[in-house]
């Protein structure tokens, strides 16, 4: 079965084609990331404008590349949120519009549900039930997948996202948005000791909290440039990463324990973090789980992520019609 799926929740426009939920025909990405950098963030209208301009070509890149007709295409799919409701709205309604055009069932996709699928492109041998640790720039939370289109929730951040974090504290830095990569540089060689940072103790124990952190980090760098004093910058990085790492891991490892899952993946654009791999390498090992890192290139928002969970989708029964709406928020 082949889908054309569309993905345009944040600000990275992308279509790509996907076979039986696991082969990548296709996957054309148009990232926007320069024109929101001169911004320091994502600006929501021009994302959406960005979204409107690329999308149609990059649907006709990603049939050209994958050397099929639009006739031959079985399903179309878009992401239909969480994610910034303009943007999401230029790629579900350019689906719906090809979805009637070309007679072909319409599958919506939840973004996050999306990142998790990212790994069975990646891992054909992954199949649910299995954790998976969702980090990127909107969300960060340990989602149990029961079946692939069977998924709860085992904790969430109550506040700030880690990808959110990491940016945020490299704005503050003066370093190139989005931050996490260039965070990501800067934090190598560096004492991820030398500046203690908080970690948050929550109640409900699987949720996370970033905004003491981020609020702490961005208080150390104000008071250092108020006192004119120099700042160790990758140790001020490696101590963000660690503690940002003691935030998620620990966490992942109790909802392991809890559940009694016995195979972690991770998922989203922080998954790409190499000390955050590195301690999940380490902390899986350790505690005897079996772990999948998606490659870099399925870590940040693709349309093929998309493409995949889609199949389940369509299996499970999913279709929606020229009534479909975006939305902003919505449960996984
Ligand atoms: O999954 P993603 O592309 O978009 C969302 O759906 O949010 O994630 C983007 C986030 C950004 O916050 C970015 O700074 C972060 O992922 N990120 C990283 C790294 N690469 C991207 N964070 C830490 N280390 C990295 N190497």
Redesign the pocket.
């Known amino acids: 079965m082949l889908i054309l799926a569309f993905e345009s ?2 600000d990275e426009t992308a279509a790509a084609v996907v076979e039986d939920g696991r082969v990548i025909r296709s996957d054309a990405i148009l990232s926007q990331v320069d024109v929101h950098a001169l911004y320091g963030g994502v600006v929501p209208e021009i994302a959406s404008r960005k979204h409107v301009e690329a999308i149609a070509a990059l649907a006709d890149r990603a049939l050209a590349e994958a050397g099929i007709t639009r006739q031959e295409i079985d399903a179309v799919a878009v992401t239909y949120g969480p994610g910034l409701i303009g943007a999401l709205l230029v790629a579900v309604n350019f689906a719906k519009s090809a979805a009637l055009a070309l007679g072909k069932p319409l599958i919506p996709v939840h ?1 996050l549900r999306g ?1 998790i699928a990212a790994n069975y492109l990646a891992f054909p041998q992954l199949e649910p039930p299995f954790l998976s640790l969702c980090i ?4 960060s939370m340990i989602v149990d997948v029961a079946g692939y289109t069977d998924m709860t929730i085992l904790g969430a951040t109550r506040d700030d996202a880690a ?2 974090c ?2 945020k504290i490299a704005r503050v830095l003066g370093l190139p948005y ?4 260039p ?2 540089d800067l934090s190598q060689g560096g004492d991820p000791t030398k500046y203690p940072l908080p970690r948050a103790k929550l109640e409900h124990d699987l949720d996370m909290s970033f905004s003491g952190l981020k609020t702490a980090a961005v208080n150390l760098i104000h008071n250092a440039a108020q006192k004119g004093e120099p700042l160790d910058l990758p140790s001020l990085a490696a101590s963000v990463t660690a503690a940002i790492s003691d935030e998620l891991i620990p966490r992942a490892m109790e909802a392991a324990h809890r559940t009694g899952r016995t195979v972690l993946t991770a998922a ?3 998954a ?3 000390t955050i791999r590195a301690n999940l390498e380490a902390a899986c090992r350790e505690n005897g789980l079996t772990l999948y890192l998606p490659p870099l290139s399925l ?3 693709n349309g093929a992520m998309i493409g995949s969970q889609a199949y389940y989708e369509y299996l499970a029964g999913t279709r929606a019609d020229s009534s479909l709406n975006a939305y902003a928020n919505m449960a996984i």
Do not use: L, T, W, Y
Request: hydrophobic share 15%.
């Open positions: 929740s944040c973004h990142h990127s720039g909107g969300n990808g959110e990491f940016d989005p931050g996490g990569k965070m990501d989203g654009g922080v790409a973090n190499r870590c940040g928002d």
